[in-house]
C-alpha cells in the first residue's frame, strides 16, 4: 500500500525534476534557431541586394538602349528632312528622278552608305510607288516593299498627309530579323523660292538605317553597352550573365541582350563568405556553452525534487477531492436521514442563485419537486444501496425562474446503518426549453406565430373527421398576397417580414376562436372556417379580409399597400380529402389571381379541366421548343422617305401538330409564366439575324422582346451571341420593347439598355401611347424610334381627333430625333395622310402582310413598286 501511494505522487515531482532541463533545453533551441535564422536572413538579404544592384544595372543599360535607339531615329529623320526640304532635290527627284543627278553626282548616292550607314535610300511616287533605290551603297530597281519584305507606305503616307501634323513619318519595321528604322518626308522645295512646286501629289524620300548585329555592337559601345544585339532564338549564351530588354516592333517583340556588367559579383564574392565563417563560429561556441548548461541545470532539478517530495505526498488526497468537488459544473449536497441539507457545494449558489446558509438544515424536498412521483419516496425506497440516477426535477431560482435538473443520490452507508445520503444536481434548464421550443417550432411558423403546415394539416383532418355537411360546410381558403414581392425588393426583408406579422394579425382578428389561421410559406396563407351557415358569410368574410389587407401598413415612416387574392374549396361540396381541398383551393387561387388579383374565386370542376389543359399546353410548348415546331415570318416595313420597303418585323408562329397554326396571343403569356419565354426568345433572335443576314441584304430586322425577359441581364448577352453567330451588322437589328417594361426598375432597365445600345442594335419604343408614355419617357431612355398603335391610326383619315393625336405624337417624336412607324395601316387614306405628317415609316396590311421568307424574297419588288404607285398621285398634286 505504501508502494501504491509513493508512486502516485512521484508522478508530479518527476514532472518538476525534469521542468528546469527541459526549460533550458528549450530556451538553446529557441536561441539556435533565432541565430539560424538571422544568418538566413543575412544571407538571403545579401542575395536580395546584388540581385538588386545587378537589375538596375541592366535597367540603366535598357534606358541605354532605348534613348540610343532613339537618338538614332531622331538623326535618320533630320537627315531625310534635310535631303527632302531642299529646292534642289525637289527639281530633280519630283519631276522626274534625275539618275545622273542622284547616283553620279553623289547627292543621293553611296555617300549616305558610307558616311552614314544608311542602308536604303528610295524615292516613291505620289502613290508609293518606287520611282529610284539604293540598297546598301548600290544603284538598284528593287522596290520599297520587295527589299523590307512588307509594305510600311500606307502607314507612311496616312502619317505624312495628316493635317495637323509635319510632312514626316517615322516608323520602325523587321527586316530580316533586325530592327529598321525608317524615315519618310515629302519632297518639298523648302525655303528655296527659285523653284517653283507642281500641283498634285508630292514625291516621298525614304531612309531606311537597318540596325544589324555590327551597328548594334556599334551603337552599344558609344553609350556604354557590351556586346548589344538582337537576341536569337535557340541562341547561345554569351560571355558573362546577358541583360536583355524587349520592345514592341511592327506587331511583334523584338528582344535586346547585351553582357551584363553584373556589378554585385564582387560583393557576393567577398562578404558571403564571412557571413559562413561567422555562422560556424558561433556554432561551435553554442555547442559548449549549452553542454554546460544543461549539466548544470539537471543537478539543479534532482536537488528540487528531493526536497518537494514529502510536501506533494500531503497534499495528494485533499487537492484531489478539492477538484472533483468544485471543478464540476453540477452542484453536489449531502443530507441526514431527515433529508435536509447538512452540506452544499459552492456551486450551488453560482447555478440557483440562493446562498448555501439559507438551505442548510432546510428539507431537500422543499428545494426540489418531482413530477413523477414523490422526491422523498424515491431517496428513502427501502433496499436500494447503489446510484440512483437522472430523476428530472424542478425548482425555483433565487429571481423566481422556473428551473430544471436532473439528480443523483447514494447512500452513506456505515456499520451502524445509513446516516445519510450524498448526491448531484445536474441543471438541465436549456435542454429542456430547447426542447419545448423545437416542439412549439414543428408545428408553428417562427415568423409569424401561426400555425406552420404540419399543425394546419393536423386540424384540418380534425374537422373533416367531423363530417360537414351541405348545410354546414367547411370552408378551405387559400390566400396569397399581392404585390408583396416590390416591398422586400424596395424596404428590404426585415420590413418584409414585419409586413407579414401584422398580416397575420389581421387575419386572426378576422375569425372565429374556432377556426385557424395558418402561414403556407412565403406570402401565402391557409384558413380554415369550419360549421359555415351561407356561402354569403363566406363571402363576407372574404371582403373583410381584402378590406382589412387593403389598408395602409406603416413600414419605417412609410406607407406600404399590398392586396389578397384568396381561393375557396368546400367540403363536403368540392372534396372530403384534405389532400384534394388544399389542392382545389390553390387552383381557385390561382384563377383569382389571373382574373386581375384583389378578390376571391370559389372553386369548380372546369377550373381543374383548364388547369389540366394548361399543363398540357406548357408540356406541348416545352416538345416545340426541343422540336422547333416553330417559323417566322416577316411583316415589311415601308420608308416613306426612301419609297421604298426599309426592314422587316420578324414575328413567331407555332405549327402544332394537332391545333393547326398557332398565333403568338395563344402561346406567349404563357411561356412568360412558365419561364419557357428565354429559350423561345433566344431561338427567334438566333433566327432572325441568320435569316436576314443570309437572305435580306440591305435590311433591317425587328423582334420583340417581352417585358419578363427584359427584367433579367441575359437578354444582352442572348442578343451578343445571336449578332456573333450570324455575323449581322448590329445597326441592322432593332429591339422591341413595351412601355411597361421598364416600369419594375427603371434605374436597372436603363442600365440595361445603355448595355444593348453598346452592342450598336436600335431600340424601338413598340405599341407607344397603350401604356405610361411620358415625356420622361422619351427623354430619359435611350430609345431610337418610337410605333405608334394601330389603335390611333384605325380612326385615321375621318376622326379629326384621331388625326390630331398622331400629328402631336409624331411631332412630338422629331422633338426627340426619333423615328416614327405608324402600324396598322391598311387603307390608302390612311397612307396619304401619314405622308403629309411627315410620318417616317408605315406597317400594315396595305403595304405586306406577315410572309415567309422565301414568299417574301419573292413580293419584295412587287411589293415596293405597288407602294410606289400608291404614292405617285400625292407626290404630282
Request: glycine content about 6%; hydrophobic content about 40%; aromatic content about 8%.
Amino acid at each position: 500500500m505504501q508502494i501504491r501511494v509513493v508512486n502516485d505522487d512521484m508522478s508530479a515531482p518527476d514532472l518538476e525534476y525534469r521542468s528546469t532541463a527541459n526549460f533550458i533545453k528549450r530556451a538553446l533551441l529557441v536561441m539556435a534557431s533565432l541565430l539560424a535564422a538571422l544568418f538566413i536572413i543575412a544571407i538571403l538579404a545579401l542575395l536580395t541586394i546584388v540581385r538588386n544592384i545587378n537589375q538596375d544595372a541592366d535597367q540603366q543599360s535598357a534606358m541605354l538602349l532605348q534613348k540610343a535607339m532613339t537618338n538614332r531615329a531622331d538623326t535618320l529623320a533630320t537627315h531625310t528632312k534635310d535631303y527632302a526640304w531642299w529646292g534642289e532635290a525637289y527639281q530633280h527627284l519630283h519631276p522626274r528622278v534625275d539618275t545622273d543627278w542622284a547616283w553620279h553626282r553623289q547627292n543621293l548616292g553611296a555617300t549616305l552608305w558610307r558616311d552614314f550607314e544608311y542602308d536604303g535610300v528610295f524615292v516613291l511616287d505620289g502613290s508609293g510607288q518606287t520611282r529610284y533605290s539604293v540598297i546598301n551603297g548600290k544603284l538598284s530597281n528593287r522596290s520599297l516593299q520587295a527589299w523590307l519584305g512588307e509594305n510600311p507606305v500606307p502607314e507612311l503616307l496616312q502619317t505624312i498627309n495628316k493635317t495637323d501634323a509635319l510632312p514626316l513619318a517615322n516608323k520602325v519595321v523587321i527586316q530580316a530579323g533586325h530592327p529598321a528604322l525608317i524615315a519618310a518626308a515629302n519632297i518639298t522645295t523648302g525655303d528655296d523660292s527659285r523653284v517653283t512646286p507642281l500641283s498634285g501629289p508630292a514625291s516621298i524620300l525614304v531612309f531606311v538605317d537597318v540596325l544589324d548585329d555590327k551597328k548594334l555592337m556599334a551603337l552599344g559601345e558609344e553609350y556604354g553597352i557590351k556586346g548589344m544585339r538582337v537576341q536569337q532564338k535557340n541562341s547561345a549564351a554569351m560571355t558573362g550573365r546577358p541583360g536583355s530588354v524587349t520592345l514592341p516592333i511592327d506587331g511583334e517583340a523584338v528582344t535586346f541582350e547585351w553582357q551584363s556588367e553584373n556589378p554585385g559579383r564582387a560583393l557576393m564574392r567577398f562578404i558571403l563568405p564571412l557571413l559562413i565563417l561567422l555562422a560556424l563560429c558561433t556554432t561551435l561556441l553554442g555547442l559548449y556553452l549549452g553542454r554546460n548548461i544543461l549539466k548544470k541545470a539537471r543537478m539543479y532539478d534532482e536537488n528540487s525534487f528531493l526536497l518537494t517530495q514529502s510536501r506533494h505526498a500531503l497534499t495528494a488526497s485533499e487537492r484531489r477531492f478539492r477538484d472533483v468537488a468544485e471543478a464540476t459544473t453540477d452542484w453536489i449536497w449531502e443530507t441526514d436521514t431527515d433529508l435536509r441539507f447538512t452540506w452544499l457545494s459552492d456551486r450551488f449558489p453560482g447555478i440557483t442563485g440562493h446562498s448555501i446558509s439559507a438551505w442548510l438544515g432546510r428539507p431537500v424536498t422543499d428545494f426540489l419537486q418531482a413530477d413523477s412521483q414523490s422526491l422523498a419516496e424515491w431517496i428513502t425506497l427501502p433496499g436500494q444501496t447503489g446510484h440512483r440516477r437522472l430523476l428530472h426535477c424542478r425548482y425555483l431560482s433565487a429571481m423566481g425562474h422556473q428551473r430544471y435538473c436532473h439528480i443523483a443520490i447514494k447512500p452513506v452507508i456505515t456499520p451502524e446503518g445509513v446516516t445519510g445520503y450524498r448526491g448531484t444536481a445536474t441543471d438541465v434548464t436549456l435542454e429542456v426549453e430547447a426542447q419545448a421550443r423545437v416542439q412549439y417550432l414543428s408545428s408553428h411558423d417562427e415568423l409569424t406565430g401561426l400555425p406552420n403546415r404540419v399543425r394546419m394539416r393536423e386540424f384540418l383532418k380534425g374537422k373533416l373527421q367531423a363530417q360537414p355537411t351541405q348545410r354546414h360546410p367547411l370552408a378551405m381558403m387559400s390566400l396569397d398576397l399581392d404585390k408583396f414581392k416590390p416591398v422586400n425588393d424596395l424596404f428590404g426583408h426585415a420590413a418584409g417580414d414585419t409586413v407579414l406579422h401584422e398580416v397575420s394579425v389581421r387575419l386572426r382578428n378576422c375569425v372565429r376562436d374556432i377556426d385557424l389561421v395558418a402561414r403556407q410559406g412565403g406570402d401565402e396563407f391557409i384558413l380554415i372556417i369550419s360549421d359555415v351557415h351561407d356561402r354569403n358569410d363566406i363571402e363576407t368574410l372574404c371582403e373583410r379580409i381584402l378590406q382589412e389587407l387593403a389598408r395602409p401598413f406603416d413600414i419605417n415612416g412609410n406607407e406600404v399597400l399590398i392586396g389578397a387574392s384568396i381561393g375557396i374549396a368546400l367540403a363536403p361540396q368540392d372534396a372530403v380529402d384534405a389532400g384534394e381541398l388544399l389542392r382545389f383551393s390553390d387552383i381557385a387561387l390561382y384563377k383569382a389571381k389571373s382574373a386581375g388579383r384583389n378578390r376571391w374565386m370559389f372553386y369548380t370542376p372546369e377550373m381543374a379541366e383548364q388547369m389540366v389543359q394548361r399543363r398540357e399546353m406548357e408540356n406541348s410548348l416545352r416538345e416545340a421548343i426541343k422540336q422547333q415546331q416553330f417559323r417566322l415570318v416577316y411583316q415589311p416595313r415601308y420608308g416613306l422617305n426612301s419609297s421604298r420597303i426599309i426592314a422587316v418585323e420578324a414575328l413567331i408562329r407555332w405549327e402544332h401538330p394537332e391545333l393547326g397554326l398557332l398565333m403568338p396571343d395563344q402561346f406567349i403569356s404563357l411561356a412568360e409564366e412558365t419561364g419557357l419565354i428565354v429559350p423561345l426568345s433566344e431561338w427567334v433572335l438566333n433566327t432572325a439575324c441568320r435569316d436576314t443576314q443570309q437572305s435580306l441584304e440591305g435590311l433591317s430586322v425587328s423582334v420583340n422582346i417581352s417585358a419578363v425577359e427584359f427584367q433579367s441581364w441575359g437578354i444582352v448577352d442572348r442578343v451578343r451571341e445571336a449578332l456573333r453567330q450570324s455575323q449581322l451588322d448590329p445597326a441592322r437589328l432593332e429591339i422591341e420593347i413595351t412601355e411597361n417594361a421598364t416600369l419594375w426598375n427603371p434605374e436597372s432597365s436603363l442600365e440595361l439598355m445603355l448595355a444593348l445600345k453598346k452592342l450598336g442594335v436600335k431600340l424601338l419604343m413598340d405599341d407607344f401611347g397603350t401604356g405610361y408614355s411620358s415625356l420622361s419617357y422619351l427623354r430619359n431612355f435611350p430609345f431610337d424610334g418610337i410605333k405608334l398603335d394601330k389603335s390611333f391610326i384605325s380612326g385615321m383619315p375621318e376622326s379629326d381627333s384621331a388625326n390630331t393625336i398622331v400629328e402631336n405624337i409624331i411631332g412630338l417624336g422629331k422633338a426627340f430625333s426619333l423615328s416614327i412607324t405608324a402600324e396598322g395601316v391598311e387603307t390608302e387614306g390612311q397612307l396619304q395622310k401619314l405622308i403629309t405628317m411627315d410620318c417616317d415609316e408605315t406597317q400594315g396590311y396595305l403595304i405586306g402582310k406577315p410572309l415567309s421568307l422565301t414568299a417574301l424574297k419573292e413580293q419584295m419588288n412587287a411589293l415596293d413598286t405597288a407602294v410606289q404607285e400608291r404614292s405617285a398621285p400625292h407626290t404630282e398634286g
